[in-house]
């Protein structure tokens, strides 16, 4: 091995090192990020009289007008289409605001880091965290739709379970590699949020493959489409198909194993990108 290969192999483990430290160290301050991140939820909405179900009434009216509107333009079953578009609403609004806000994660606590020694990925926990709050706030919207149109009781809801763990850790890794990559390049939050508007469209969530047969093999290789059928199918009493599974856990692998390397590489760099 000559000098240089050393040097680099010796670059290597150290970035790898420090950001599995950073991973760790994050999480190991669990309380602060938990609390910071039920606080960040409620000071949007302070003096109001709903607080953070103001986020939940708008969606829970949006769900209304529209699966009022489209059931009949796509001649389906009020009873079967609410809950299909209701959990779809959901569960993609989930992972779309944290691929937006990741966007801007690092820039929007540009002061914290420049004044603190936190690790890095305490603010990614954080994020995540938060979406979840609010997840859980909008889930209340699921829960009044099934008592207004039940659903058959199945084990299959139990699926929902592991789906909901694939998504977060899922978006935990692709906030740990937009974050940094927004931070460096300030064009990148308004093409993200762009392509997220376009596949908000393309992903069946008031639409289904029946509805485009000619089109389900670009529906296949959307990735939202994967990650939102584990979730979305237990939840409306069905088994998600064993492609939705295969493809969920491989790109969830794939990303995990990507963040880690891209965000060990580039952690030291972010404090002065932003």
């Given amino acids: ?18 950001g599995w430290h950073d991973l760790r160290d994050g999480a190991r301050r669990h309380q602060a990020w938990i609390f910071l991140a039920g606080h960040e939820v409620r000071r949007q909405y302070q003096r109001s009289i709903l607080g ?12 209304a007008a529209i699966g009022w509107f489209y059931s009949e333009i796509f001649g389906q079953e009020i009873d079967t289409y609410l809950p299909f578009l209701t959990v779809g609403f959901i569960v993609f609004g989930f992972m779309s605001n944290i691929v937006n806000e990741a966007a801007n994660l690092f820039a929007s606590e540009a002061v914290a880091i420049r ?17 979840i709050i609010i997840f859980a706030h909008n889930f209340t919207i699921y829960i009044v739709v099934w008592l207004l149109f039940p659903i058959p009781a199945s084990f299959n809801i139990l699926l ?3 789906g909901f763990c694939l998504m977060v850790i899922s978006s935990f890794s692709a906030a740990l590699i937009i974050g940094p990559i927004a931070a460096r390049f300030r064009d990148i939050p308004p093409i993200i949020a762009s392509l997220m508007q376009v596949f908000f469209f393309v992903t069946p969530i008031f ?11 670009f529906v296949n290789i959307n990735p939202f489409f994967h990650y939102l059928e584990i979730v979305r199918q237990p939840l409306l009493g069905h088994a998600p198909s064993n492609l939705n599974w295969i493809i969920a856990s491989v790109l969830t692998a794939i990303l995990s194993v990507t963040a880690f390397f891209f965000f060990s ?5 972010i404090t002065y990108w932003v």
Avoid: C, D
């Avoid at 939940?56 to 009216?61: C, K, S, Y």
């Fill in 52 to 63: 953070p179900f103001w986020i939940t009434l708008n969606l829970a009216i949006m769900i």
């Fill in 115 to 131: 004044q603190s020694l936190l690790p890095l990925s305490f603010y990614v926990y954080k994020l995540i965290f938060r979406q």
């Fill in 265 to 269: 590489r580039y952690r030291s760099k």
């Fill in 160 to 162: 929902a379970i592991p």
């Fill in 1 to 18: 091995m000559t000098a240089i290969e050393h040097s680099s192999s010796k670059t290597w483990h150290t970035f790898l090192t420090t």
């Fill in 207 to 217: 639409w289904t493959i029946g509805n485009v047969p000619k089109r389900a093999v």
